[in-house]
C-alpha cells in the first residue's frame, strides 16, 4: 500500500515511517522541516498550507496519516493566526484532497481541549471531519494518542515534560514542574501509538467514522454521534506529575531537584488525562504492551547517547 505521511520528519510522524515501512509498506514522507531520522521513505518538501501540492501528493497515495501541523500550548498562545492557517487551512486541504481522489485518512487529533490555539485548532479539525463524513462520505478515522513518549521526542521551544525533564536532569538542572504537580498524565510509549495506528489501518473499514441520523446535539454541540467513534490511544492509566518523576528518576539513577514554576498561559492545573482504549480494543484487538518503566529507561538511554546532539539543537 502507498501511505503519506504528513509530519513524517517529527517525533510521531518518524516512527509511522518505520512501522510501515517494517510491514511492508511504500511510505512517503510529506513535512517543511527536513529529515533528521534516517529511513527508507521518499521525502516531498512541501507545506500543508500548499493547497495545490498538497492535491498532487495525496492523488498519488492509497492512504494518508495527518501528523502534520504546529504544536505547543503556551508557545502558540502568542501566535493563534499562523497556528490557525497551518492547522485549520493545513487540516483541511488534506480533507478536501483526500475526498476528491477517494482516499482513506486518519486523522492524528489529541485529548485534551485546553484554551490555547494548538488545542482549538486540532478540536476545531475533528469537527471538520465530522462534516466531511456527513456531508461528502470521506472515508476517514481519528484517533486520539495520549502523552506519548520515547526515543526521538524533540527537546525544543515547544516543552514536551519526558525529554524536558530529562535533558534537565542530565544536565545538572532542577526538573521543572508547572503547577502543582497534581495533574494527570497517560504516559503512552510511542511504540504503542505506532501499533494501534498500524492496527486502525489494517481494520480501517470497522475503525472509521460513520455517519449517523442520530446528530441531535446538545446546546454545547458536543455531537456525540461522532464523538464516541474516536479512537483514544493510551497505556489506558493515569499517573500524576509528581509520581512521574518519581519513575523517571529511578529510570535515570540519580537524584534530581524539583523546581516548581507557575501554569504556563493555554494550560490548566490540575487537569486529569486517562485514555479509554476500550473501543480500539473491541475493534481491533489493539492492547498497549511498553511497560513504563522500560519505556523510561529506553528513553533516557537514548538522550544520554545523543546528548551533544540534542545540546546542539541538531535532534
Given at each position: 500500500?502507498?501511505?503519506?505521511?504528513t509530519?513524517g520528519?517529527?517525533?510521531i510522524g518518524?516512527?509511522?515511517v518505520?512501522?510501515?515501512?517494517?510491514?511492508?509498506?511504500?511510505?512517503?514522507?510529506?513535512d517543511?522541516t527536513?529529515?533528521v531520522?534516517?529511513?527508507r521513505?521518499?521525502?516531498?518538501?512541501?507545506?500543508?498550507?500548499d493547497?495545490?501540492?498538497?492535491?498532487e501528493v495525496?492523488?498519488?497515495h492509497?492512504f494518508?496519516?495527518?501528523?502534520?501541523?504546529?504544536?505547543?500550548?503556551?508557545?502558540?498562545?502568542a501566535?493563534?493566526?499562523?497556528?490557525?492557517?497551518?492547522?485549520?487551512?493545513?487540516?483541511?486541504?488534506?480533507l478536501?484532497?483526500?475526498?476528491?481522489?477517494?482516499?482513506?485518512?486518519?486523522?492524528?487529533?489529541?485529548?485534551?481541549?485546553?484554551?490555547?490555539?494548538?488545542?482549538?485548532?486540532?478540536?476545531c479539525?475533528?469537527?471538520?471531519?465530522f462534516?466531511y463524513?456527513?456531508?461528502?462520505?470521506?472515508?476517514?478515522?481519528?484517533?486520539k494518542?495520549?502523552?506519548?513518549?520515547?526515543?526521538?521526542?524533540k527537546?525544543?521551544?515547544?516543552?514536551k515534560?519526558?525529554?524536558?525533564?530529562?535533558v534537565?536532569?542530565?544536565t545538572?538542572?532542577?526538573?521543572?514542574i508547572?503547577?502543582?504537580?497534581?495533574?494527570?498524565m497517560?504516559?503512552?510509549h510511542?511504540?504503542?501509538?505506532?501499533d494501534?495506528?498500524?492496527?486502525?489501518l489494517?481494520?480501517?473499514?470497522?475503525c472509521?467514522?460513520?455517519?449517523?441520523d442520530?446528530?441531535?446535539?446538545?446546546?454545547?454541540?458536543?455531537?456525540?454521534?461522532?464523538?464516541?467513534?474516536?479512537?483514544?490511544?493510551?497505556?489506558?492509566?493515569?499517573i500524576?506529575v509528581?509520581?512521574?518523576?518519581?519513575?523517571l528518576q529511578?529510570?535515570?539513577?540519580i537524584?534530581?531537584?524539583?523546581?516548581?514554576?507557575?501554569?504556563?498561559?493555554g494550560?490548566i492545573?490540575?487537569t486529569?488525562?486517562?485514555?479509554?482504549?476500550?473501543?480500539?480494543m473491541r475493534l481491533t484487538?489493539?492492547?498497549?504492551?511498553?511497560?513504563?518503566?522500560?519505556?523510561?529507561r529506553?528513553?533516557?538511554?537514548?538522550?544520554?547517547?545523543?546528548?551533544?546532539r540534542?545540546?546542539?539543537?541538531?535532534?
Amino acid at each position: 500500500m502507498n501511505i503519506l505521511i504528513t509530519g513524517g520528519s517529527g517525533f510521531i510522524g518518524s516512527h509511522f515511517v518505520d512501522t510501515f515501512i517494517e510491514r511492508g509498506h511504500r511510505v512517503t514522507v510529506y513535512d517543511r522541516t527536513a529529515q533528521v531520522h534516517e529511513h527508507r521513505a521518499a521525502f516531498i518538501h512541501g507545506d500543508l498550507k500548499d493547497r495545490q501540492s498538497v492535491e498532487e501528493v495525496v492523488r498519488r497515495h492509497d492512504f494518508v496519516i495527518h501528523a502534520g501541523g504546529v504544536l505547543g500550548t503556551h508557545e502558540t498562545v502568542a501566535a493563534p493566526a499562523a497556528t490557525a492557517q497551518e492547522n485549520i487551512i493545513g487540516g483541511l486541504n488534506i480533507l478536501d484532497a483526500v475526498t476528491r481522489y477517494g482516499n482513506r485518512l486518519i486523522n492524528i487529533s489529541k485529548p485534551n481541549v485546553w484554551l490555547n490555539p494548538y488545542s482549538i485548532t486540532k478540536d476545531c479539525v475533528e469537527k471538520f471531519c465530522f462534516m466531511y463524513v456527513r456531508e461528502f462520505g470521506t472515508k476517514l478515522a481519528i484517533i486520539k494518542p495520549f502523552n506519548v513518549y520515547g526515543p526521538r521526542q524533540k527537546y525544543s521551544r515547544v516543552q514536551k515534560a519526558i525529554p524536558t525533564w530529562i535533558v534537565q536532569a542530565l544536565t545538572a538542572r532542577p526538573l521543572e514542574i508547572f503547577g502543582s504537580g497534581r495533574a494527570t498524565m497517560d504516559l503512552v510509549h510511542v511504540k504503542d501509538i505506532c501499533d494501534g495506528t498500524a492496527a486502525v489501518l489494517e481494520q480501517f473499514d470497522a475503525c472509521r467514522i460513520n455517519d449517523s441520523d442520530e446528530v441531535a446535539v446538545d446546546v454545547w454541540g458536543n455531537f456525540p454521534a461522532y464523538n464516541h467513534q474516536v479512537l483514544e490511544i493510551g497505556s489506558g492509566e493515569e499517573i500524576r506529575v509528581q509520581d512521574a518523576i518519581v519513575l523517571l528518576q529511578a529510570a535515570l539513577g540519580i537524584e534530581v531537584d524539583i523546581k516548581h514554576l507557575p501554569m504556563r498561559r493555554g494550560e490548566i492545573d490540575g487537569t486529569r488525562l486517562r485514555a479509554d482504549n476500550s473501543r480500539l480494543m473491541r475493534l481491533t484487538g489493539y492492547r498497549p504492551k511498553v511497560d513504563l518503566g522500560d519505556g523510561l529507561r529506553e528513553t533516557v538511554a537514548y538522550y544520554r547517547a545523543n546528548l551533544d546532539r540534542i545540546s546542539r539543537g541538531e535532534l
